[in-house]
């Protein structure tokens, strides 16, 4: 994994990803400094990341660990934004392109600097382009899908928070849909985060543009795990990849 010693001769440890054969996966609390990449062979992915600078308190930090067959055929390698936000161009079949992005947002401090952020990147994604928006966003939506129409479903859970509020406005801005709540099942496969009074909560979700909803065929929790699964219909288009 990521924490491994590339040098060691120890095997690398199995990660959910690898066990449930994840195509590209959005990583928080990474809490590597500055940026950087790490291939595995034997565990088949790459992890890309973006950290603070070495000296500074390492206990943010976001990234990607993408499956070695994707990274061989990407044009370009994740850009990191900040240690709470990485984008990840990807160019697809049928001349498309989407853009997909990593996030961390915080709990408390700096959250509007964050959506801020985030708002730039959104802005300037080519409104052809698919958006694939990642991540903890430490934010409660619920389900009032009459009130954020066409934002949420009805498969929401518990009750709305501030930073829920502030990542559905910012949805509405973009035309996004926080696929999450679309689809009918068990809160076990929806929940992701257990507070120490015991609830369940929704924080971690996976944000398409409103059109694209067709694209998405399922979306759930992995249990014991707590890793977010969906799956899209995108393919990725065969092109050699530019150096960095």
């Known amino acids: 994994t990521l924490l491994d010693d590339p040098n060691s001769d120890r095997p690398e440890r199995r990660t959910a990803i690898v066990t449930y054969n994840i195509n590209i996966a959005a990583l928080s609390e990474t809490r590597r400094a500055n940026k950087g990449h790490l291939r595995e062979e034997v565990g088949g992915y790459t992890f890309f990341w973006k950290g603070k600078p070495t000296n500074d308190r390492q206990v943010h930090g976001v990234g990607f660990?993408?499956?070695?067959?994707?990274v061989s055929r990407m044009t370009e390698f994740p850009a990191g934004i900040n240690e709470r936000l990485m984008t990840l161009?990807?160019?697809l079949a049928n001349n498309l392109s989407a853009t997909v992005i990593s996030a961390y947002a915080p709990t408390l401090a700096a959250k509007e600097e964050?959506?801020?952020?985030?708002?730039?990147?959104?802005?300037?994604?080519?409104?052809?382009?698919?958006?694939?928006?990642?991540?903890?966003?430490?934010?409660?939506?619920?389900?009032?899908?009459?009130?954020?129409r066409g934002t949420i479903g009805k498969e929401g859970v518990g009750k709305a928070n501030p930073n829920g509020i502030l990542l559905l406005s910012k949805c509405v801005e973009h035309d996004l849909v926080i696929t999450n709540t679309?689809?009918?099942?068990?809160?076990?496969?929806?929940?992701?985060?257990?507070?120490?009074?015991?609830?369940?909560?929704?924080?971690?979700?996976?944000?398409?543009?409103?059109?694209?909803?067709?694209?998405?065929?399922?979306?759930?929790?992995?249990?014991?795990?707590?890793?977010?699964?969906?799956?899209?219909?995108?393919?990725?288009?065969?092109?050699?990849?530019?150096?960095?």
Not at 205 to 224: E, F, Q, S, W
Not at 228 to 244: F, T, Y
């Open 182 to 244: 679309i689809f009918r099942q068990h809160d076990r496969y929806k929940t992701t985060w257990q507070h120490p009074s015991k609830q369940w909560h929704l924080l971690d979700y996976v944000i398409i543009r409103a059109r694209d909803l067709k694209d998405v065929h399922i979306m759930c929790v992995i249990t014991n795990h707590h890793l977010v699964r969906s799956i899209l219909s995108i393919r990725v288009a065969l092109k050699h990849r530019k150096e960095p």
């Open 89 to 91: 161009h990807l160019q």
């Open 65 to 70: 660990a993408i499956k070695n067959q994707i």
């Open 114 to 148: 964050h959506y801020a952020d985030l708002d730039e990147i959104l802005t300037i994604i080519p409104k052809e382009d698919k958006i694939i928006l990642l991540g903890d966003f430490n934010a409660r939506v619920a389900r009032d899908s009459n009130m954020w």
